[in-house]
């Protein structure tokens, strides 16, 4: 059985961009409101008395887009200052990167995750939505100043979507020749989306594979890492190829990781609601960490029967209706 040291923590499900795979703008979202985040002090004490002491010691922070939750810097600091924090990251879209970088790297934030599906400023354009002036530039220069900054390892997730920006795939791998950057595919999801795209789903890892071995040749990489991606790399470059592929394999054994809704809900699976419990409401009614603490131990020890592939209505067609921005993908 796998060790779930890895809480994936989302900050808000807000967002600045529309992408269309994950908050699609015909879509009406019922936002969580204000008072119904979970508290920077409520989610410190939940680390410190409930995480913490079953064994989490790797945090990531997403969204929505985490970088619109006011005070994030802050937050970064308080985290990577607690002993027990052995890994701290980000996943965000980088439109806010080029302002923030500096003082999120300063707070003690190392690893950075950003969403980049497209090089091309149409494409990118058409994939988060129309905001009158294109957003591409600034999320590119957010990208370089994480870069310039030091953010190491530096990781581009790549969302392919069929017929979108599945023409990019060289492009993007070539990123990664002469900047020690990952690049990341991921199959599209059906979530929260299920009437798009619908003529074909989500190109297969492996055919995105193929397509770059074709050109350059690809080789298993050494850097596995622990979590789902399957790591290649084009012999010589200086970054690698990481593979997502949870719609063609199914690695729900590898799994080390819970996610925590910015409302408090603690989903032990990302497709799967089994078992689910609000933190939040019950910090607020008052029950006691330690006995949070033994709910959360109790819900991991099931974790292992509650995954990706068992999902709730246990077909493969299921249909999901919270978005990745409100699950925190
Ligand atoms: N806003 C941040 C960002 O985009 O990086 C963080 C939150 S976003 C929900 C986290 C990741 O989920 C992004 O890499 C995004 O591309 C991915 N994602 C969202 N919807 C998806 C879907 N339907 N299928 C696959 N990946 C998805
Ligand atoms: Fe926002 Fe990220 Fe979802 Fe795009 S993928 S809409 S950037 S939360």
């Not at 033994?294 to 999901?320: C, D, H, M, W």
Request: glycine residues 6%.
């Amino acid at each position: 059985m796998n060790r779930v040291d890895y809480l994936r923590i989302s900050l808000i499900d807000r967002c600045n961009f529309r992408c269309q795979y994950c908050m699609p703008e015909e879509t009406e979202l019922d936002y969580i409101l204000r008072q119904e985040l979970l508290t920077y002090d409520e989610l410190l004490i939940l680390l410190k008395e409930v995480f913490i002491p079953l064994g989490f010691s790797k945090f990531r922070l997403t969204g929505g887009e985490p970088l619109l939750r006011p005070r994030v810097v802050e937050l970064v600091r308080e985290i990577a200052s607690l002993p027990q924090t052995q890994d701290l990251s980000m996943t965000t879209n980088g439109f806010l990167l080029k302002s923030m970088a500096h003082d999120l790297y300063q707070a003690g934030l190392r690893r950075i995750n950003i969403s980049l599906d497209s090089l091309n400023q149409e494409t990118f354009d058409q994939i988060i939505g129309t905001f009158g002036r294109s957003r591409w530039q600034q999320t590119w220069e957010g990208i370089q100043t994480a870069y310039q900054v030091g953010f190491d390892p530096l990781k581009l997730n790549v969302v392919m979507i069929p017929g979108v920006n599945e023409n990019e795939i060289e492009d993007l791998a070539q990123l990664t020749i002469d900047r020690r950057w990952h690049v990341r595919f991921i199959e599209f999801m059906p979530i929260g989306n299920a009437q798009l795209f619908s003529h074909r789903a989500w190109v297969p890892s492996e055919e995105i594979r193929q397509r770059i071995r074709q050109k350059w040749g690809l080789i298993e990489s050494s850097i596995q890492g622990n979590g789902p991606a399957d790591v290649f790399q084009i012999p010589g470059a200086k970054g690698t190829l990481g593979f997502i592929s949870q719609m063609s394999e199914c690695f729900c054994d590898r799994c080390n990781r819970m996610r925590l809704a910015a409302d408090g809900w603690l989903r032990p699976c990302l497709l799967n609601e089994t078992g689910q419990i609000n933190l939040k409401i019950a910090l607020r009614q008052g029950i006691k960490t330690s006995e949070l603490r033994e709910q959360v131990k109790q819900l991991l020890e099931i974790k292992p029967e509650i995954n990706f592939k068992q999902r709730e209505s246990g077909t493969e067609n299921a249909v999901y209706n919270r978005t990745m921005s409100q699950i925190g993908g």
